[in-house]
């Protein structure tokens, strides 16, 4: 009996050692579907994890096959403004570009992984359906696509964020009647970095044709779209492309894109970790 019981405690003590090697790392992300889905192909490109086939720019935690060995990922998935505020509170938070920017954090030299800039994560000028073809948003997007913002995107943020505009513009759209468009006001709802920097570029040119741009800045992802659906601006600039089709399918709203600006690679930030030890992997 003796034997027995001897046997048992020495499997148990067995098994909760090899328990013991699995250790839980806690990793915050945002809970919108395109960038949870985003982080989740930024730690899988890492080998931090293998997502489930077929798992697509939307995967959630439920996609998530296997992850590295001896290492247990627990996602804490919050509103993506407030994975910033409790980065100290889990061992890794992968943010958002322009919260990381405007919580002080650099993502080429602060972040422990950072995303490729070749992405399809491009962040877009969206306007209501309809408005598409007006003057007013081919003056917008001719103005954000020339080369004074791309030459300010790439030597202002060094990488943070990267201008992707293919026909670059002299600021201008030969096919606008700027004439008539003198005078008048182009809304545009931002958040703040980089978009609305980027933005005061933008007016400074549409001045030029005595046009004003009204920069209405937010705070979150879900505002800017329903700003522009209600007619309360004319345009937004904050979000990429899987984002704004993932937001049209999820609510019904007519967002129109009128110009790909730059990417803003995605970044994982030690918060308890000061590195990638945790995760088991190098970086």
Do not use: C, W
């Amino acid at each position: 009996m003796k034997k027995i019981l001897a046997l048992v405690l020495a499997l148990v003590l067995t098994l909760s050692a090899a328990a013991a090697l699995a250790d839980t790392v806690t990793i915050a992300v945002p809970n919108d579907p395109t960038n949870e889905g985003r982080a989740l192909l930024l730690l899988q490109s890492a080998g931090v994890l293998t997502l489930k086939e077929g798992a697509g720019l939307e995967a959630t935690k439920g996609d998530i096959a296997s992850t590295v060995e001896g290492v247990d990922i627990e996602l804490t998935e919050v509103e993506a403004a407030l994975v910033p505020e409790i980065r100290t509170d889990v061992d890794y938070a992968i943010i958002n570009n322009n919260f990381a920017l405007q919580a002080g954090l650099n993502p080429v030299s602060d972040s422990l992984l950072i995303e490729s800039a070749d992405s399809p994560y491009v962040n877009v000028v969206s306007v209501k359906e309809g408005n598409e073809t007006t003057d007013a948003a081919k003056a917008l997007a001719a103005a954000l696509q020339s080369q004074k913002v791309v030459d300010f995107i790439n030597e202002t943020y060094a990488g943070a964020a990267v201008a992707t505009v293919e026909n670059v513009t002299d600021g201008f759209d030969a096919t606008v009647d700027y004439e008539a468009l003198k005078g008048t006001t182009i809304s545009v709802a931002a958040t703040p970095v980089p978009h609305v920097e980027v933005l005061k570029v933008a007016a400074e040119i549409l001045k030029e044709k005595e046009i004003t741009l009204d920069i209405k800045e937010v705070t979150d992802y879900v505002t800017p779209n329903e700003f522009v659906e209600n007619g309360d601006v004319f345009a937004n600039y904050f979000a990429h492309q899987p984002y704004q089709d993932s937001f049209n399918a999820g609510n019904g709203t007519h967002l129109v894109t009128i110009a790909g600006i730059h990417v803003e690679p995605m970044a994982l930030y030690g918060g308890k970790q000061a590195d990638l030890s945790a995760l088991k992997i190098s970086k």
